[in-house]
């Protein structure tokens, strides 16, 4: 089992904007891609200005499919002009990482 987490620092005063929005890019993703089951998290203890995409795969190469779909949607990459414009996230800021489960 693969898990995949983007996080994304958040603008100062940019809190509710960058979440609303990170839900709608989970939702959008969900309903559009079969089998995707993104969900958006937030610490409850360390950097407060910070959101996390987290999804599940079972192996590396359903990871690598799905998000070769989904970056070249036009809806998603929409999404993402949106929310430069509201510069609401720290652009050097976005990170991915991925984990895989040894149990």
């Known amino acids: 089992m693969i898990t995949w987490v983007r996080t994304a620092g958040i603008q100062d005063g940019k809190l509710d904007e960058a979440f609303g929005w990170a839900v709608k890019v989970a939702g959008y993703i969900n309903k559009k891609f079969k089998g ?3 969900q958006v998290v937030r610490n409850i203890g360390g950097p407060v200005y910070q ?3 987290v999804g599940t795969y079972e192996t590396l190469a359903a990871f690598e499919s799905q998000w070769k779909q989904i ?3 036009r809806g998603f990459r929409s999404l993402l002009t949106e929310i430069r414009k509201k510069r609401a996230l720290v652009g050097p800021s976005v990170a991915d990482s991925l984990y895989e ?3």
């Open 51 to 53: 959101l996390h995409w």
């Open 36 to 38: 995707a089951n993104i």
């Open 71 to 73: 970056e070249g949607d």
């Open 101 to 103: 489960s040894i149990s």
